[in-house]
């Protein structure tokens, strides 16, 4: 299980943030048909015609802890909101306490599944049923589980064995796709170096962070402050020190295509005909590496701060659970006894994730867009040295991770003598360059990352072995010369 950071921003993740999170699968062949009356708490309304595509949004606050639960393979099975609430869970027994007791009632009412002929038989959470919550106690990342056995009553509700399901077992044949932002309020920081920043905004005029940071609305900033070591090898000591800021405006990006579905028979679940689940957001940095870095050729990361957060995805009835992992870092590394003083500022936008076709299977999607504004950069003595201000990105569903991505725009500078140089990028300006040697600057991203088996929690084929994204690397010269 996870250890969770302690919580830094204040704001309770509200369920109106990404996705929902957890697991839990059954034996089909357990599946009682018994009908059940409607559940008084539960929506009036089935799921969406399989010819409309179901909404895709952020849980509304109220969604916080809602639950959704479908029968797969009856009559009227389809995923239906209810009022039924995941009081407790065990991961290890994958053990679960399901509450039916309505608002107003003081007795368990009975869940919300009709029988084939459209009349209801009262009974409880029944064999078969596939229920999907919002976090809840023992089920931080949410929980998606399929019940395997009702063992008996307790004094908060009804006890039942879970197994692992898939989502195809809920969205069927539907349609869903949507991209969502993720509030930056919901995330639990940790801080791994001692001067760590962090700020965000969000409406209704809503700020956090040190006074006079300005951050846009909707985006997370992160600011660090530090000393940088001499790495283990390194051929001199180092007195170099990094600052800077990494700001992101995550979006998770989810959808579902049930094509393969529609042809199933009524009791199986076929998987869907397409799915897609990764990260996107906009993208600013602004850093500085100041000093001589007694750095190595072997990149020397610096991790200063991991955040994570478990929005809500309200697609359709069903509340699905993103979790979103970021770590934020510093890397550097270098060739000799580099002394250097480097500013860089970065714009720009990124997506990557992993996207499914029935002819294809799964397959890697990664993009990103950046922008250098000009850049003041000292290089002294001979060698050469790299430094990055990147953020590694996971996002998974109900706690199976799916996709990792690290974006990491650097700059690197090389020199044979003594350099100093002043370009703006892209202006046409000639560089102002004082140096004795050569020299050349460059600017660059790199975007790589995995897709992993766990992107089967689609109803996917399962994938053998991790897909690696592939490595977008894109470097651009700012300048050089002679002198």
Known sequence: MRKRPSRALVPALAASALFLAAGCSADPGQSSAAARTPDAGASATTTANS?????????????ATSTAVARPGTAGGKARKTSLKVKSYDSHTRRAVISAVAKGTSSPSPTGTPTPAGTATPSRTAVGDVIASAPAPGAPDGLLAKVTKVIGETADGTEVQTAPTTLDTLLGGDDAKGTVPVDPASFDVERLLPDVKVSWAKTGDIHS????????????RVDV????ATAEGA???ADASVSGFVQ???EVDFSYGGGASTAATAST????GEAYLGVSGDWTSQWALKGRAGATAKPVRLPFAKLHADPVLQVGPIPVVVNLDLTCYFEISGDGRVTVDVEQDLKGDFKAGGTFGTAAGWTPV?????????VRTSVTTAGSVKAALGAQATVGLYGAVGVTADLAPYLRGEAAGTVTATTPVGSGTKSDVAASGSWALYGGLDLNGTLQI????FGTPVIQHAIPLGTLHREWKLADGKM
Not at 51 to 63: C, E, G, I, N, R
């Open 209 to 220: 962070g040190p006074e006079g940071t300005k951050v846009p609305l909707g985006s997370l």
């Open 248 to 250: 992101v405006k995550p």
């Open 366 to 374: 990664n993009e990103s867009h950046m922008d250098s504004s000009p």
């Open 51 to 63: 010819d409309q595509p179901l909404a895709v949004a952020a849980a509304p606050a109220a969604a």
């Open 269 to 272: 679940a076929s998987g869907p």
């Open 225 to 228: 402050a530090t000393k940088v």
């Open 454 to 457: 766990q992107l089967a929690i």
């Open 235 to 237: 051929p001199a000591s």
